[in-house]
């Protein structure tokens, strides 16, 4: 198999797993979340810090003002 066609493949599986994770986060109840830092976009390396849901790891909400001062303190 060539590299071009061994790119293909990953791209194709990546495009599935990404449909996957998609299909899971959109029926998650998200029970539980926490603060973590995320990428802004799949696509960056700039890292922000979102609420996120503790099972699918999906990005739920943005802090306020007192929640970042908070845990920027910790």
């Known amino acids: 198999m060539g590299k071009t066609q061994k790119v293909a493949t ?3 599986e990546r ?3 990404e ?5 899971i986060q959109k029926s998650c109840q998200h029970p539980t979340k926490s603060i973590k830092n ?3 976009r799949l ?3 700039t ?3 979102r609420w996120t849901c ?4 999906s990005v739920v909400g943005i802090l306020n003002n007192n929640e970042l001062q908070n ?4």
């Open 15 to 17: 495009q599935k797993i």
């Open 54 to 57: 503790d099972t699918c790891s």
């Open 43 to 45: 696509d960056s390396t």
């Open 47 to 49: 890292m922000v810090i």
């Open 71 to 74: 845990y920027l303190k910790q």
């Open 38 to 40: 995320v990428r802004e």
């Open 19 to 23: 449909k996957e994770i998609e299909k």
């Open 10 to 12: 990953l791209l194709g």
